[in-house]
């Protein structure tokens, strides 16, 4: 086992406060985590904004009016982000879970805060820095889909331009960078020295990987990987096998697993060797570490004004 293993807090604490907000992400830096992951996409007037969906999710996003009288891009929800202005995000109550469904399992946890707003990446990058939070590392998601060119940005433009403002505010060499589409890791090779190749079944397909094909690996997702220039491999926790940490220990690939919220399927991954665990429950998470002796990432005290 990994003598270092490490906290990821995904999408900031999914599962106990808003995703992808900066009250969320504050909320998992005062809980204590080794890496801050959050989701970005691009606005329709080039602005790097946190969201997981390309499309403004029904059940993350409210609309509270329009960005100017006679809108007809009005209501936002249902509408691709990429055709959205900043001004247009911006009106969006992120703050909530819509509709209270039994099945959601979040509706449970996470502690609603309305009027909570779509932040930039520059938002973000400002609030760690006012939280003094330098030794937490930024693992930024660029969400891209190759199967869908007319929701998502250029790769490469898009790529430059999460590293451009990541090094604006001196965080570049500390930053990961993560995408399901791997031409982001190609586009990113030259820019960032951490690149986390992410993959689930979906997306287990040349679209995908830059072109590979994981046949041609005798379906060894560890070398394909490797192959697109990764520096860590991020499978869905349902991939993970002894098969594949043997394969992934060959080539000194850390394996980073998402999204584990179960503590005794925390404790199995412990136990093949993982090198951390992306997780809605950085709470939970830290008592597993507790109970085995690992090393905690240290909590940060919270700022005396509060973050909306």
Excluded: C
């Excluded at 990541?166 to 500390?174: A, E, P």
């Excluded at 991939?239 to 394969?247: G, I, Q, R």
């Excluded at 999204?259 to 991954?269: F, G, H, S």
């Amino acid at each position: 086992m990994h003598g270092h293993v490490e906290i990821h807090g995904h999408r900031g604490a999914r599962g106990l406060r808003p995703e992808n907000t900066l009250p969320g992400l504050a909320f998992a830096l005062e809980l204590g985590v080794d890496a801050l992951e959050f989701d970005v996409a691009l606005s329709s007037d080039g602005q790097i904004v946190l969201t997981h969906d390309l499309i403004v999710s029904p059940v993350t996003s409210a609309d509270t009016g329009m960005a100017i009288p006679g809108d007809e891009m009005f209501p936002y929800v249902g509408k691709p982000i990429a055709s959205l202005s900043l001004a247009q995000l911006r009106t969006l109550d992120v703050g909530i879970r819509l509709p209270k469904r039994p099945d959601d399992p979040f509706a449970l946890t996470q502690v609603p805060l309305p009027d909570t707003r779509m932040p930039t990446l520059g938002a973000v990058l400002g609030l760690v820095d006012a939280y003094g939070a330098d030794g937490v590392r930024l693992h930024v998601e660029l969400k891209s889909n190759p199967e869908r060119p007319d929701l998502t940005a250029d790769p490469r433009e898009f790529t430059e331009l999460v590293a451009e403002e990541l090094d604006r505010h001196g965080r570049l060499g500390d930053a990961a960078l993560l995408s399901f589409d791997w031409r982001i890791l190609v586009a990113a090779q030259p820019l960032v020295d951490r690149r986390f190749a992410l993959v689930e079944e979906a997306t287990m397909a040349p679209a995908w990987m830059n072109g590979l094909d994981l046949a041609d690996f005798d379906g060894d997702l560890a070398a394909a990987a490797e192959a697109v220039g990764a520096t860590t491999l991020s499978p869905d926790r349902v991939l993970v096998d002894d098969t594949l940490m043997a394969a992934a220990s060959d080539r000194d690939l850390p394996v980073v697993v998402w999204t584990v919220n179960d503590p005794d399927e925390a404790a199995t991954l412990l136990d093949l060797g993982v090198a951390g665990l992306v997780t809605d429950y950085p709470d939970r998470m830290r008592r597993v570490w507790a109970a085995r002796g690992l090393p905690l990432p240290t909590p940060i005290p919270p700022l005396r004004t509060a973050v909306a």
